[in-house]
C-alpha cells in the first residue's frame, strides 16, 4: 500500500517524496517577481471585469466563475515563473561511504519465510554487482564494517559470518565516524536488526554524528514480532547462598504464539534437575513473573540452568533458556540472641537449627536480673559482661534476635550501635513478640523503633498491657512466594499447610507496617477486628529488619496436632535465620559487575573495605588475586575509587573459557583486613538471541536524529538515490523543474473544466 | 514421699512430740486440699476438674496426672499438691524474671493439652501405673520436645518400678547418670553435689535422710538420639517436701535451699535447652 501510494505521488509530482524533503523551492523566472504579480493582477482584474459583465442568474454564479478563472490564471502564473527544488546531490564518485554490516548471531535468526536476516546483506552487497552495491558504488566510494561487540573494517562482505556475541551499536556508529573523519563523508548506512544488548548510551553517538554532519540511513532486518517464541528474559538469582538454603528465583517470561499455554519450567544445578514445575504462559505482549523454588545442596560456584523445553515450531530456542552462577557456600554464620526473660521459645528456635550446619545460635538469656546464661558461646569470654557494649563485639555476628527486652536494658549507645548493627552493618534483625517486647517494652521514640518494620502502639496506650490474642496464621500474598514462608515442597502445598497450623498466641497488639515494609504473614482470630502482623520485613540502610510479634511459635513444634516426624517448626525457623544471614557482607566484599561474560571481555571489579567496626578505610592495600580455569594466577590492584569511601575498582580479562576465582584481600600499614572471593564465569554466551527481534523505532530514532531514513528491505531499492540528496560530503546543488509536474496540468485541467461545467449546469452557456 | 501409709504414723508421732504445729500450719496456709497423703488425693482429682488456667504466661508449673497403683484410696501423683507447687512458685518467681503462672497446673499425660506445658514435674513414680494412652502421650510429649522431672522415689523397688515404666514410655532409651558437670547444675545456680533431700518428719525430727534402700541421692537421665536431655530423675530424695514445707521452722533450711536451687536450675535448664 505504501509503495502504490509513493507510486501515485511520483507520477502527480514527478519526483519522489524525498526530494521534496532535501530540496528547496525557487522561482528561476527571468522578469522580476514584482513585474509578474503586477501582470496577474491585471489579468485577474479583467478576468474579474468580464465575469461581472457577463451573463448570469445570481451573483454568486459571477463569485465562482470569476473564482475559478482567477484560480486558472494564477495557476498559469505559477508556472510561467518557472518554480524548481534545488536540492543538493553528492558529486560521483567523490564521497565514501560507510557500510556497517551486523555480524552478531542474531543475523541467523532466520524470521523473514525462513530466511536468515543476514541473507538480504549477502544478496545486496556481497559481490559487486549485487543492485543495491552497485548502485551506491556508481555513486560513492565504499567503506564497509562489520561490527558486533567491537568494529572492524571488513575487505569481503562475503566473509560476514554473523558469529559475534553482542551488538553495540553505539560503538559501531563511533567507530565507523572516526575512521572516515578524514574524508568526504555521505553518511553511514546501518545494516542491521537493531538488537542491541550492550550498555552504551546512543545518545552522545547521535550527538556527535549530528554534530558532523553525518546522516545514517538504517535497514531494519528481521520481524518486529516472532509469530511463535518463548523467552526467559530476566532470572532474579542471589550472588551467593547458604549451602542447603531454599530459593526462590523469579523468573521473567514473554510469549507470543503460545498464549496461556502452560510449560515446563525447569531448574538444573550443574546438569542436575532439582526442580521442575509448570506454569502458565502470559498474554501476548505481556511479561509473566514466574517463581520456582528450589534447594542449594552442593558447595561452591554452581552454575543453575532455568529452562523450558522448545515448543512445537518456536523460531528462536536459545532464549528459553537463562544460566546464574550462585556461589553456595558452608560456613556457619553466628547469630546473637538475646533474650531478656527464660521462655520456651529460645529452647525451640535452638533446637529448631542445632541440625543447620550453616547457623550458629549464640544466646543470652537473663534470667534473673543482672544475671545471665550464655548458650553456645565460643569461649569463655563471649558475651561474659553480657549484652556487647562494642561494636567490635556486636559487629563480629550476623544477626540479631531479640526476644522478650524492654529497651531500657540498653544503654543509648547500645540501642544506637544495633540501629548501626542493620543500617551499616549491614546484618539483619529480628525483633519477636512477649511481653518485654515491641510497645510493651517501650521501644516508642528509640532508636530502633525506625529500624523495626511494624508501626508500635502509641505508649500510653493502657489497653496494650491486657492485650493477649490467639491467632491462626496465614501467609500474604508476597508470604506465598517468599522463601521465608515456604513450608512446603511446593508453593501450593505451603499455602495450604500454614492456616492448618496451631494457633500461636501473641500479647503485642501490632496491626499495621511501615510504609515500604512487606507482611509475609497475618494472624486471624475471631477477637480481633482487623488481622494482626505476624511477620514482617523491611530493608533498612544496608541490612534488613524483620518482627514476628508472637510469642510461642513453638507451639508448632510441640501441639498435639502436629507429628513428630512433622519438620514445619524447623523448616521455617531455618529458612527465617538463613533469610536473616542472607547477603550479609563481611568488612572485606568484593563484586564483579557482572558474574558471566565472554571471553575477552572486560569485567569491572569492586571491592568494598572497612574495618571490623565496618568505619570504611580508604587508604588500604587492595589486592586481587585472580586463578584462571587452567590454574594461573595473576594478581590485579584495586585503586580507591575517590569518589566513594572504602571502594577500591578494577578491571581484568578473562583470558580462557571457565570459571576465574577473584580472591580480594586487604591489609592496612601491614594490619590484614580481611578477605573475600568471587566468581566468574567466561562463556559463550547466547545473549544474542535475547530481545531479538527487529527494534524498528530505535532504528528509526537513529535516521531520523541524524537526517538519515529508515528502510526496510521492501523500502531498500531507493536508498543509492536518497542517499544521493544530501549535504554531508561534496556536493553540488541540482536544480529540478516543477513547472511540468503532472499535478499542475491536472489542477488547470480541473478548474477549467469546472468552469466550463459549471456554467453548463446553470444555462450559462 | 513414698510410704504415705507410714508417713501418716510418723505424722501422728510427730504431733505427739509436739511438731504437731507443722500440720496445723499446713492446713491453715492451704486449706483441706492442701497438705501430703490422702489429703493430696482428693485436693488433687478436684482441681484437675476444676482446672481453669488463664493463657498466655511464659511458664506453667505444670503436674504430671497419671494412674498409680496398689493403693485404691492414694492417687500418687497428688502427693505435696498443690502446697508445694505453689510454694515453689514464689520462690521461682522472686527468684528469676520467669513470667511463671502463680497456681498449680495439673495435667493428664494423656491429655492432648500436655503438649502446650514444655516443662511437667511427675513424683512418686514409684508407683505409677501407666494406662497405654498415658505411655503414648508421655512418649509424644517427650519426644516432640518436652521436659519432664521425676521427684521422690526411693529405693529399688520403687526403681524398679519406674524404670519399668519408662521402657514402655521410651523402649530403647536408657537411663544415664547426669555428672555434677552437667550444664544444668549451672544453668542458674551453681551447684556442687548432690544432696539427699529428706522428706518432712524425717528432716524435721533430724532422723536419717534415706527412705528405704535408698541410702544415696542420684541424678539421672534420659536423652534422645541427639543427646538431648528429656527426663531429669531425682531418685533418692524428695524435692517436692522441700519445697512444700520451705516455711517451716524445723525442716532444715540447706534441703530446703538446695531444693530450690535445682528446682530452679532444672527449669532454666529445660527452658533453654
Not at chain 1, 524492654?406 to 544503654?411: G, L, P, V
Amino acid at each position: 500500500m505504501a509503495s502504490f501510494l509513493q507510486s501515485v505521488f511520483e507520477f502527480l509530482f514527478k519526483y519522489r517524496p524525498v526530494v521534496f524533503e532535501k530540496g528547496r523551492l525557487a522561482l528561476a523566472t527571468p522578469w522580476p517577481l514584482s513585474f509578474l504579480l503586477l501582470a496577474g493582477a491585471v489579468i485577474a482584474l479583467l478576468a474579474i471585469l468580464a465575469y461581472s459583465r457577463a451573463k448570469a442568474k445570481s451573483r454568486n454564479d459571477r463569485f465562482i466563475l470569476a473564482g475559478l478563472r482567477v484560480a486558472a490564471l494564477a495557476l498559469l502564473l505559477f508556472c510561467l515563473a518557472r518554480p524548481m527544488l534545488l536540492i543538493p546531490t553528492v558529486i560521483p564518485q567523490r564521497n565514501f561511504l560507510g557500510v556497517l554490516v551486523d555480524d552478531s548471531r542474531s543475523m541467523q535468526i532466520a524470521d523473514r519465510d525462513g530466511v536468515p536476516r543476514g541473507d538480504f546483506v549477502q544478496r545486496n552487497f556481497a559481490g559487486p554487482d549485487s543492485a543495491l552495491r552497485a548502485a551506491l558504488a556508481e555513486r560513492f566510494m565504499l567503506r564497509f564494517f562489520r561490527f558486533s561487540a567491537g568494529t572492524e573494517r571488513l575487505d569481503e562482505v562475503s566473509s560476514v559470518g554473523a558469529t559475534g556475541g553482542a551488538t553495540d551499536l553505539a560503538q559501531a556508529l563511533d567507530a565507523a565516524r572516526r575512521e572516515l573523519a578524514a574524508v568526504p563523508l555521505a553518511g553511514l548506512i546501518l545494516l542491521t536488526d537493531g538488537a542491541d544488548n550492550s550498555e552504551s548510551s546512543l545518545t552522545e553517538t547521535l550527538l556527535a554524528l549530528k554534530a558532523n554532519g553525518v546522516p545514517v540511513y538504517t535497514i531494519g532486518l528481521g520481524r518486529e514480532e516472532f509469530d511463535r517464541d518463548i523467552e526467559i528474559s530476566r532470572a532474579e538469582t542471589p550472588r551467593s547462598v547458604l549451602q542447603g538454603s531454599s530459593l526462590v528465583v523469579d523468573l521473567v517470561v514473554e510469549q507470543s504464539g503460545y498464549r496461556r499455554q502452560t510449560v515446563q519450567v525447569n531448574v538444573e544445578d550443574d546438569g542436575r534437575i532439582v526442580s521442575s514445575q509448570e506454569v502458565r504462559l502470559p498474554d501476548e505482549g505481556e511479561a509473566a513473573t514466574v517463581r520456582v523454588q528450589f534447594t542449594a545442596t552442593e558447595v561452591g560456584p554452581r552454575l543453575f540452568r532455568f529452562s523450558i523445553p522448545p515448543q512445537p515450531g518456536e523460531l528462536v530456542t536459545q532464549n528459553n533458556v537463562q544460566e546464574a552462577l550462585i556461589v553456595v557456600e558452608d560456613r556457619r554464620e553466628k547469630i546473637l540472641y538475646f533474650e531478656g526473660e527464660p521462655r520456651f521459645e529460645l529452647k525451640f528456635i535452638r533446637r529448631a537449627v542445632e541440625d543447620d550446619e550453616n547457623l550458629r545460635v549464640v544466646a543470652l538469656q537473663r534470667t534473673a536480673e543482672n544475671k545471665f546464661l550464655r548458650l553456645g558461646v565460643d569461649d569463655a569470654e563471649e558475651l561474659a559482661a553480657g549484652f556487647p557494649k562494642t561494636r567490635e563485639e556486636l559487629f563480629g555476628y550476623r544477626a540479631i534476635i531479640l526476644g522478650s527486652v524492654e529497651a531500657s536494658f540498653f544503654t543509648h549507645d547500645q540501642l544506637r550501635m544495633i540501629e548501626e548493627f542493620v543500617g551499616q552493618r549491614g546484618g539483619g534483625l529480628l525483633v519477636l513478640g512477649g511481653r518485654r517486647a515491641l510497645g510493651r517494652g517501650g521501644y516508642q521514640g528509640t532508636p530502633l523503633a525506625d529500624v523495626i518494620p511494624i508501626v508500635l502502639p502509641p505508649d500510653d496506650d493502657a489497653s496494650v498491657e491486657a492485650f493477649f490474642a490467639e491467632v491462626t496464621v496465614e501467609p500474604t500474598r508476597f508470604g506465598l512466594t517468599h522463601p521465608v514462608t515456604q513450608i512446603a515442597a511446593t508453593m501450593d502445598e505451603s499455602a495450604e499447610r500454614w492456616p492448618e497450623l496451631p494457633p500461636v498466641s501473641s500479647v503485642n497488639p501490632i496491626f499495621e507496617v511501615k510504609p515500604g515494609a512487606s507482611t509475609l504473614l497475618t494472624g486471624n482470630s475471631a477477637d480481633l477486628d482487623d488481622p494482626l502482623v505476624v511477620l514482617a520485613y523491611q530493608r533498612y540502610g544496608r541490612g534488613k529488619a524483620l518482627a514476628l510479634p508472637i510469642q510461642d511459635a513453638w507451639m508448632w513444634q510441640m501441639h498435639a496436632d502436629i507429628p513428630l516426624d512433622d519438620m514445619t517448626h524447623e523448616t521455617f525457623w531455618q529458612q527465617l535465620l538463613r533469610f536473616l544471614v542472607s547477603y550479609v557482607p563481611d568488612p572485606v566484599a568484593v563484586t564483579a559487575a557482572s558474574d558471566r561474560v565472554d571471553p575477552n571481555e572486560p569485567v569491572a571489579i569492586t571491592a568494598e573495605v572497612q574495618d571490623e567496626t565496618f568505619l570504611r578505610v580508604n587508604n588500604a592495600e587492595v589486592t586481587a588475586q585472580i586463578t584462571s580455569p587452567s590454574g594461573a594466577v595473576s594478581e590485579v590492584t584495586l585503586d580507591w575509587a575517590v569518589d566513594a569511601d572504602g571502594e577500591y575498582r578494577a578491571a581484568f580479562v578473562p583470558e580462557e573459557e571457565g570459571l576465574h576465582e577473584i580472591r580480594v584481600g586487604a591489609a592496612k600499614t601491614g594490619e590484614f583486613l580481611g578477605e573475600h572471593a568471587t566468581f566468574v564465569e567466561a562463556a559463550d554466551l547466547p545473549t544474542e538471541y535475547f530481545d531479538a527481534e527487529m527494534r524498528a523505532p530505535l532504528l528509526r530514532q537513529i535516521a531520523e536524529e541524524t537526517g538519515g531514513r529508515f528502510y526496510t528491505p521492501e523500502t531498500a531499492a531507493t536508498l543509492a538515490e536518497d542517499v544521493s540528496f544530501t549535504e554531508s560530503g561534496t556536493t553540488v546543488i541540482e536544480e529540478r523543474d516543477l513547472w511540468d509536474m503532472p499535478i499542475i496540468f491536472l489542477l488547470l485541467l480541473l478548474l477549467l473544466g469546472t468552469e466550463w461545467g459549471y456554467r453548463r449546469a446553470r444555462g450559462l452557456v | 514421699m513414698s510410704s504415705a501409709f507410714s508417713r501418716s504414723l510418723v505424722m501422728s508421732a510427730v504431733g505427739v512430740l509436739g511438731l504437731g504445729a507443722t500440720l496445723v500450719h499446713a492446713w491453715a496456709v492451704d486449706g483441706p486440699q492442701a497438705g501430703s497423703g490422702r489429703r493430696g488425693q482428693r485436693g488433687g482429682n478436684a482441681a484437675l476438674e476444676e482446672r481453669d488456667v488463664p493463657a498466655g504466661r511464659d511458664f506453667y508449673f505444670t503436674r504430671a496426672v497419671y494412674t498409680g497403683y496398689r493403693r485404691p484410696y492414694f492417687t500418687s501423683w497428688a502427693i505435696d499438691f498443690p502446697k508445694a507447687d505453689r510454694q515453689f512458685l514464689i520462690g521461682l518467681r522472686r527468684l528469676t524474671n520467669i513470667d511463671a503462672y502463680e497456681m498449680e497446673n495439673p495435667v493428664s499425660l494423656d491429655d492432648p493439652d500436655i503438649r502446650k506445658y514444655p516443662f511437667v514435674y511427675a513424683l512418686e513414680v514409684g508407683y505409677m501405673a501407666l494406662t497405654e494412652p498415658e505411655v503414648i502421650g508421655l512418649r509424644e510429649y517427650l519426644l516432640a520436645g518436652g521436659f519432664l522431672v521425676v521427684d521422690d522415689f526411693w529405693g529399688t523397688y520403687e526403681w524398679r518400678n519406674f524404670e519399668a515404666e519408662m521402657q514402655r514410655v521410651l523402649p530403647g532409651y536408657p537411663i544415664v547418670d547426669l555428672p555434677l558437670d552437667h550444664p544444668l547444675l549451672s544453668a542458674f545456680y551453681e551447684i556442687g553435689e548432690i544432696v539427699q533431700v529428706p522428706n518432712v518428719q524425717q528432716g524435721a525430727l533430724g532422723g536419717p535422710t534415706w527412705e528405704k534402700d535408698g541410702y544415696e541421692p542420684a541424678l539421672k537421665g534420659i536423652v534422645d538420639e541427639k543427646g538431648r536431655l528429656m527426663v531429669v530423675i531425682n531418685w533418692n530424695t524428695d524435692l517436692g517436701d522441700a519445697w512444700e514445707w520451705a516455711e517451716n521452722p524445723y525442716y532444715p533450711l540447706k534441703y530446703s535451699n538446695y531444693a530450690y536451687q535445682i528446682g530452679i536450675n532444672m527449669i532454666v535448664y529445660g527452658m533453654s535447652h
